[in-house]
């Protein structure tokens, strides 16, 4: 039997199932199913509200499901909670310290509480120390730690134990921009032997950190894809805005001549006689030099000219503001 | 449990709170020494653990003492670090409550000065003191139980000392208006009642069945906590 439960968990490290969280009337999460590999760094992306940290209280036991399954390394979490949370190193949004202790007591306390080896215990919370940077600050109290300091204790606290996966939930809120880059130094860093679930409503964050994202929006999966595939967009076309100041039907005739471009559209008055345009061209071809030799031929000077490749910002929006009037 | 009963422990003494609580108690019980005892020249030192200011201080001793002991962890956010921690929830509740029945038996064993002194000077009843103090022991863990599971109920520590007071002083007025009834419903609230067993140890009777009845009762509050704890992770977030 032993065997076939590591077969199925594969490279699979996380696994959910159909996962539906009610509470009562209102479902925070509905349905949702995906994987994460073995050493991956996983994005968990969505506006506030939209289920990412009820999800991640699930999968780490914290709550449970009204339905669906959770497995963690192929253990499931409600048949061997034990097993699980062995495996999973949790830092939720607010840090879970006690701040009557000093950094260094309460880092032994969670050790003794995740049950490690009591020979090892003071030379891995040494090395936490220094990986998480607060080894100057081990004697003192955690409730006067600043806001970042507490922050960089809760990842030290989730680190306690080496478990195989890392569950954060916004680690880098409240952290001042120096800070945030370092904290997401050290998760790539942390990503070389942990597989990781990182939630955030910060775009660039995930772009910088995740090898995929997953998008949540009112409790369901918007998109699974990675950064780079999210942000080309799932149209097969490039598109530009460009303002030109010359007459509007002799600008565009002469757009439309260039090979490529499959639409244009003269948009408002920027300047003294000068029209914005949206030009929409095939992904293959780039059209602005030939636009530039065409417009400067013909005398009409390019004002401004910019790609409209959408961000994942864009998409993030797209995905997950349809509804929003509903909600409102 | 070892972690979490040493930290807990700790933690009282981290805060003026196990000394301000200590003290209080010490305080009154010295009061009492000293009026029942030294003043009267009597050297019976149960008449201090039977005094209904005394039992009074114990409730508020033990209310006071476990409030914190669940509702805060919820409060601050650290509950989170316990339930997912690999350690399971009895061993959890077990841990936080023996660290409170130490801070208590603490505070019972300094009260060992009361006996001491009146055996150098007078000559007292042994089996009164020992099971006086067996008595008043398992009460206090009773009471301590009582706090225990009125922490987990909320995340207010304020709620939680109310209702755990509350909770003992019906336990008190139980024994006290079982006399104005008579027979069968007497004899069932004295049965329930966690006071009623309690004078028979003062008047030293070592009653077998009241042990049992005590260690029933932490029991019983100790596996509504771990309930209570598992219930709101199925219903709440």
């Not at chain 2, 409550?97 to 801070?103: F, G, I, M, N, S």
């Not at chain 2, 079982?178 to 003062?202: E, M």
């Amino acid at each position: 039997m032993f065997p076939t439960m590591i077969q199925a968990g594969g490279n699979k490290m996380i696994e959910i199932q159909n996962l539906t969280k009610r509470y009562g009337q209102i479902t925070a999460v509905n349905n949702l199913n995906f994987t994460v590999e073995k050493g991956e760094i996983l994005g968990f992306l969505g506006p506030n509200g939209a289920g990412k940290s009820t999800t991640m209280k699930i999968i780490t036991g914290y709550i449970s499901s009204t339905e669906g399954s959770v497995k963690v390394g192929g253990y499931d979490i409600m048949e061997n909670p034990r097993e699980v949370k062995k495996r999973i190193g949790y830092l939720p949004e607010q840090p879970p310290l006690y701040v009557d202790m000093t950094v260094y007591e309460y880092l032994d306390f969670v050790s003794d509480l995740k049950g490690v080896d009591k020979r090892k215990k003071a030379g891995q919370i040494k090395d936490i120390m220094e990986l998480v940077k607060i080894g100057d600050h081990r004697g003192r109290l955690i409730k006067n730690l600043s806001k970042g300091y507490k922050q960089r204790v809760g990842l030290a606290q989730a680190l306690i134990g080496n478990p195989e996966v890392l569950i954060l939930d916004e680690p880098t809120v409240g952290l001042d921009p120096k800070q945030i880059i370092e904290i997401r130094k050290l998760i790539k860093a942390l990503g070389n032997e942990h597989t990781i679930i990182l939630s955030s409503h910060i775009l660039p964050e995930v772009s910088a950190v995740c090898e995929r994202v997953v998008i949540i929006n009112k409790g369901e999966i918007a998109a699974v894809d990675t950064p780079e595939n999210l942000s080309k967009g799932l149209g097969n076309a490039s598109k530009f805005s460009i303002t030109i100041a010359g007459p509007k039907s002799s600008v565009i005739s002469y757009i439309k001549e260039i090979y490529g471009v499959k639409y244009v559209e003269a948009g408002a008055e920027k300047e003294k006689d000068a029209f914005s345009y949206i030009v929409e061209a095939d992904k293959d071809v780039d059209v602005r030099r030939p636009i530039f030799y065409a417009m400067a031929k013909a005398g009409y000077p390019i004002i401004e000219l910019k790609s409209l490749s959408m961000s994942l910002e864009d998409i993030f929006l797209q995905l997950t503001t349809e509804e929003k009037e509903v909600e409102a | 449990m070892q972690a979490v009963f040493k930290r807990e422990l700790k933690s009282y003494f981290y805060s003026p709170i196990a000394y301000v609580l200590i003290g209080l108690f010490l305080l009154v019980g010295s009061i009492l020494f000293f009026v029942f005892n030294l003043a009267s020249g009597y050297a019976d030192t149960t008449w201090i653990f039977m005094n209904g200011i005394f039992i009074l201080i114990l409730m508020i001793f033990t209310s006071v003492l476990t409030m914190r002991i669940l509702a805060e962890d919820r409060k601050n956010g650290s509950e989170v670090l316990l339930l997912t921690s690999p350690a399971n929830i009895v061993s959890i509740v077990v841990g936080k409550y023996l660290a409170t029945l130490v801070v208590f038996l603490i505070m019972t064993a300094i009260t060992f000065i009361y006996p001491l002194i009146t055996f150098v000077f007078g000559a007292p009843f042994t089996a009164e003191i020992v099971g006086g103090y067996i008595g008043f022991i398992l009460l206090g863990a009773s009471f301590l139980s009582i706090g225990v599971f009125a922490s987990s109920l909320t995340e207010n520590q304020v709620v939680a000392v109310i209702t755990s007071f509350v909770m003992m002083l019906i336990m008190w007025i139980i024994s006290g208006v079982s006399g104005y009834f008579g027979g069968t419903i007497a004899k069932v609230l004295n049965w329930i009642s966690l006071l009623s067993r309690y004078d028979d140890f003062n008047r030293g009777i070592l009653n077998f069945g009241s042990v049992v009845y005590y260690l029933s009762f932490i029991f019983v509050m100790l596996f509504l906590t771990v309930r209570m704890i598992e219930k709101r992770r199925w219903s709440q977030g």
